[in-house]
């Protein structure tokens, strides 16, 4: 009779893989038709744009999300509301670091690390938002699709050392007043 071991199941269990016991799926974005768009607002308007993912993915287990991870490719930053010289005098100034300081930090991450499930395909989600090398708890909720899922967040973009125009750290600012929170409209395909 042969004996099985602690080690002949460890064996085993390795071979089988985490995939058999949990039914993982990780869902990889199409970067090219998954959206990022954004906008911010200040005292007399807003502005908007958009940005391009690098890379991302949504983590399933039993077809429920339960993890993601996503990377920003901050140099695609580009405003659409504006042309010509007005244009790339802003997307210059998003670019330095009285905002995002792209050429010290070309990326963007985000990470979920917990999920809570709402309805159907509606989820609560915490995640680590990393801008500007400065790593904050975010909560936002989430819509996942068989080929698409969609978010909507709201950024404090103070909390990433982006103080440029803000009414919270500059007084006297009157009609140059920028608004703390930025808006992201996310749209992703697999």
């Known amino acids: 009779m042969k004996m099985i071991t602690f080690k002949s199941i460890a064996i085993g269990l390795a071979l089988l893989g985490s995939t058999s016991i949990f039914a993982q799926d990780i869902k990889k974005i199409n970067t090219k038709t998954s959206k990022i768009e954004w906008k911010g607002e200040k005292l007399t308007g807003s502005h908007e744009g958009t940005l391009h993912f690098k890379s991302g993915h949504l983590k399933l287990e039993n077809n429920k999300l339960v993890g993601g991870e996503f990377i920003v490719d901050m140099k695609s930053?580009?405003?659409t509301d504006i042309a010509g010289e007005g244009k790339q005098k802003l997307?210059?100034?998003l670019n330095s670091d009285d905002f995002f300081g792209v050429k010290n930090h070309p990326?963007?991450?985000?990470?979920i690390t917990n999920v809570a499930q709402k309805g159907h395909n509606d989820y609560g989600v915490i995640a680590k938002l990393t801008i500007k090398g400065i790593?904050?708890?975010i909560n936002f909720d989430i819509e996942v699709e068989t080929n698409e899922a969609?978010?909507?967040l709201v950024i404090d973009r103070t909390n990433y050392g982006i103080k440029y125009g803000?009414?919270?750290f500059f007084d006297n600012l009157g009609d140059k007043t920028i608004y703390d929170d930025f808006e992201i409209d996310v749209e992703l395909k697999f």
Not at 107 to 111: P, Q, Y
């Open 77 to 79: 930053l580009n405003v």
């Open 91 to 93: 997307e210059g100034h």
């Open 107 to 111: 990326i963007a991450k985000l990470v």
């Open 135 to 137: 790593t904050k708890t």
């Open 150 to 152: 969609e978010a909507e």
């Open 166 to 168: 803000s009414g919270s």
